[in-house]
């Protein structure tokens, strides 16, 4: 693979015009492009590889979309998500990474062609964004990817479709959990208001991504959430393959709304998922404001927000578990201080 110097890096924090127009640029080079979100994916990734998916074809680019594992099934809702291959073989001389810290969680797809002839582009909003493509632009203070979407597309005075405003709107919906975490802004809520007026069913989305749940699911929350334990002020269960097999599911996607419910509990700053999956463990970090989970998920090879990050361990959940624990009891040290809802008082 040839080495390519970063030709834009863009860590906005105020406007992003310059960050956008080498996106642009580099889609205008592109005669095939192949666009990949993350693995376990979420509303905001599949939400912004749809809405990729239309901002290319606005640009009359072909471009594939991809994901190496399948869409679960509380999005199959959306339109195009048929389209969604896991398995692509090009050629393409554009990759594209979306919703993604780190081109390990784009799976072999993305890594084979970025290896190829291909030049890549990095399209995130993670703190612990590697910084891995040709082409890099990170948002740090975009609550998704998908409102990174809804610049590039208001940029190219894109016509916002009900089809991709549903998208757009559900990349913003399952980031915030609902317009409730600290990244929702005022931008957040004014861009939802435009998508709603452009036909997106907000109470839909927020009722398929948000609220329902199988009854084998529910069983699972009561076995993971009986046995959550604490370990300082942080509240941990696991989720084990025996545990799938009781309550009758084959196989789930990840279930973020576990770990942010245990990350209620008054007596803990911090939560921690341990899922037993493919061999591995996959571990899901929540903080309350004030604590941040980022660094110790990339300490342990991962990545994520401060408030909701993740990783992955090789070997049993007791390793994985004590690699956790002791990791977040170093990066914790010394963390959290009083959040004051007001600067000052009323
Ligand atoms: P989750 O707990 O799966 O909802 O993930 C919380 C956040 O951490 C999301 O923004 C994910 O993209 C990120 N994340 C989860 N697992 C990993 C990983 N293995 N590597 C990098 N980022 C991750
Ligand atoms: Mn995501
Ligand atoms: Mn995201």
Redesign the pocket.
């Known amino acids: 693979m040839t080495q390519r110097q970063p030709l834009a890096v863009s860590d906005t924090l105020g406007p992003t015009d310059a960050a956008i127009n080498e996106v642009v640029a580099a889609i205008g080079r592109a005669s095939s492009i192949l666009a990949v979100c993350?693995v376990?994916p979420?509303g905001d990734a599949i939400g912004s590889l749809l809405a990729f998916g239309a901002i290319a074809k606005h640009l009359g680019k072909p471009c594939v979309l991809a994901c190496a594992d399948p869409v679960p099934e509380m999005l199959q809702f959306l339109p195009g998500v048929n389209t969604i291959v896991r398995r692509a073989s090009g050629p393409f001389d554009l990759a594209v990474g979306l919703d993604a810290?780190?081109p390990r969680?784009l799976g072999d797809l993305f890594a084979r062609h970025a290896q190829a002839d291909a030049s890549t582009l990095n399209i995130d909003h993670?703190i612990t964004n590697l910084r891995f493509a040709a082409v890099n632009w990170i948002d740090l203070t975009a609550a998704a990817t998908a409102e990174m979407m809804v610049l590039l597309a208001d940029h190219l005075q894109m016509p916002l479709t009900r089809a991709l405003a549903t998208s757009l709107l559900t990349g913003l919906v399952t980031d915030t959990r609902g317009f409730r975490t600290n990244g929702t802004s005022a931008r957040v809520l004014q861009m939802a208001s435009r998508l709603v007026q452009a036909g997106a069913p907000l109470f839909q989305i927020m009722e398929m991504t948000l609220e329902r749940r199988s009854v084998a699911q529910i069983h699972l929350w009561g076995r993971v959430l009986s046995r959550a334990r604490l370990h300082g002020r942080i509240l941990w269960s696991d989720v084990t393959a025996a545990d799938r097999q009781a309550v009758g599911i084959k196989e789930n996607g990840?279930d973020?709304g576990l770990?942010s419910f245990l990350a209620s509990a008054l007596e803990a700053d911090v939560s921690a998922i341990f899922v037993e999956r493919n061999g591995k463990i996959e571990v899901?970090?929540r903080a309350c404001p004030g604590f941040s989970v980022s660094e110790a998920?990339l300490a342990l090879g991962?990545?994520?927000?401060p408030l909701?990050?993740?990783?992955?361990i090789e070997g049993s959940l007791a390793d994985a578990r004590r690699l956790v624990l002791a990791a977040l009891d170093n990066s914790l040290a010394g963390q959290g201080f009083p959040q004051p809802f007001f600067d000052e008082p009323a």
């Open positions: 993350h376990s979420d810290s780190d969680r993670h990840s973020a770990s899901s970090l998920a991962g990545g994520g927000h909701a990050a993740g990783c992955n």
